[in-house]
């Protein structure tokens, strides 16, 4: 296959995108003086700007790749809830998986921001675990979605309460039965729920601390390979897929493969775990053998580190640069 026809296949593709979504807001503005009341800075703000955070940020990158996304979650019944469901909208992201809850909040992340940068972020998000009335209605309608036809599943953790293990185990069933691949982007607290998934990509640090254990990646690769090797004991994964930061990727199904990073000018980390896991689901369920998936991603990955703040990757830089550097 080249990568014409993987990306030409990209746009046939369904995908559902499980997970914690929230609102991203940022507000700008210039800091000429401080406070007299304080010792804070006064901001003043010309600029609002409110965007789909969290597994919604796999559901952009999908979307941007041509795939056509749902995204699943529970939100609250709040005004912040309307406008998440009126950003998708704009988007174009199908919110038939959404669950709006009376006894939730929507989780909002607000920066304040002056010249280019961060003074303060404030959170409002309710971090518990969904109820059993929440997880079954997310269940229902994830269940109606799949049966409708999908071809992968994506499990995006932020550690916001939506993915409980009872949750995780029963879509993992569902989709098993449906020979539907699931694809894991996981975070420590279930980091260990996801048996028998097809493809699952930690980060070197969630590695680490899902594992309980510390080694210098740099100048112990050995130590790196047996904690690959207790990861697959415990999960029983098909493809084991590390993101290592400066050091590129490593991915596995066989036999170990260890990708480079491409050298870039990094602006911005943020959102990059996102557009890795969303390049890699559809490289994966588009036919794409291992070693493409784990190239392209660590591409993909790398590009949109060069760009401030969280964006999605775009399909045609992408296509680009692989043809350019594989």
Request: charged residues 25%.
């Given at each position: 296959?080249?990568?014409?026809?993987?990306?030409?296949?990209?746009?046939?593709?369904?995908?559902?995108?499980?997970g914690?979504?929230?609102v991203?807001?940022?507000?700008?503005?210039?800091?000429?003086r401080?406070?007299?009341?304080?010792?804070v800075?006064?901001?003043?703000?010309?600029?609002?700007d409110?965007?789909?955070g969290?597994?919604?940020?796999v559901?952009?990158?999908l979307?941007?790749l041509?795939?056509?996304?749902?995204?699943?979650?529970?939100?609250?019944?709040?005004?912040?809830?309307?406008?998440?469901?009126?950003?998708?909208?704009?988007?174009?992201?199908s919110?038939?998986g959404?669950?709006a809850?009376?006894?939730?909040?929507?989780?909002?992340?607000?920066?304040v921001?002056?010249?280019?940068?961060?003074?303060?972020r404030i959170?409002?998000?309710?971090?518990?675990?969904?109820?059993?009335?929440?997880?079954?209605?997310?269940?229902?309608q994830?269940?109606r979605?799949?049966?409708?036809?999908?071809?992968?599943?994506?499990?995006e953790?932020y550690?916001?309460?939506?993915?409980?293990?009872?949750?995780?185990?029963?879509v993992?069933?569902?989709a098993?039965?449906?020979?539907i691949?699931?694809?894991?982007?996981?975070k420590k607290?279930?980091?260990?729920s996801y048996?028998?998934?097809?493809?699952?990509?930690?980060?070197?640090k969630?590695?680490?601390?899902?594992?309980k254990?510390?080694?210098?990646?740099?100048?112990?690769?050995?130590?790196?390979?047996?904690?690959?090797?207790?990861l697959?004991?415990?999960?029983?994964?098909?493809?084991?897929?590390?993101?290592?930061?400066e050091?590129?990727?490593?991915?596995?199904?066989?036999?170990?493969?260890f990708?480079?990073?491409?050298?870039?000018n990094?602006?911005?980390?943020s959102?990059?775990?996102?557009?890795?896991?969303?390049?890699?689901?559809l490289?994966?369920?588009?036919?794409?053998?291992?070693?493409?998936?784990a190239?392209?991603a660590?591409?993909?990955?790398?590009?949109?580190?060069?760009?401030?703040?969280?964006?999605?990757?775009?399909?045609?830089r992408?296509?680009?640069?692989v043809?350019?550097?594989?």
């Amino acid at each position: 296959m080249n990568f014409q026809d993987l990306f030409d296949r990209f746009s046939t593709k369904r995908v559902l995108v499980i997970g914690d979504v929230m609102v991203d807001a940022y507000l700008k503005g210039k800091v000429n003086r401080m406070s007299p009341e304080a010792p804070v800075p006064i901001v003043d703000l010309f600029e609002k700007d409110e965007r789909i955070g969290g597994a919604g940020n796999v559901a952009l990158n999908l979307a941007a790749l041509g795939a056509s996304p749902i995204i699943c979650s529970v939100i609250g019944a709040d005004s912040e809830g309307k406008r998440l469901i009126q950003l998708f909208k704009e988007a174009n992201i199908s919110t038939d998986g959404i669950y709006a809850s009376a006894n939730r909040r929507t989780t909002v992340k607000t920066r304040v921001l002056s010249n280019n940068q961060q003074l303060l972020r404030i959170d409002s998000e309710d971090t518990s675990l969904i109820s059993k009335e929440e997880e079954t209605q997310l269940y229902q309608q994830i269940e109606r979605i799949v049966e409708q036809g999908i071809d992968g599943i994506i499990f995006e953790d932020y550690n916001k309460g939506v993915l409980t293990s009872h949750l995780i185990s029963s879509v993992m069933i569902l989709a098993k039965f449906h020979g539907i691949p699931t694809t894991v982007d996981p975070k420590k607290d279930q980091f260990f729920s996801y048996r028998g998934c097809t493809l699952f990509k930690p980060n070197l640090k969630e590695l680490k601390e899902g594992l309980k254990i510390e080694f210098d990646f740099k100048n112990d690769k050995e130590s790196f390979l047996k904690a690959v090797a207790q990861l697959e004991e415990s999960l029983e994964n098909d493809i084991s897929f590390i993101t290592l930061s400066e050091h590129g990727v490593f991915i596995q199904k066989d036999q170990p493969v260890f990708i480079p990073a491409h050298l870039r000018n990094i602006a911005d980390v943020s959102g990059a775990g996102d557009t890795v896991i969303a390049v890699a689901t559809l490289c994966l369920i588009s036919g794409a053998e291992i070693h493409t998936i784990a190239a392209i991603a660590n591409i993909a990955g790398g590009l949109v580190c060069e760009q401030p703040g969280v964006v999605s990757i775009e399909k045609e830089r992408l296509m680009n640069e692989v043809n350019k550097l594989l």
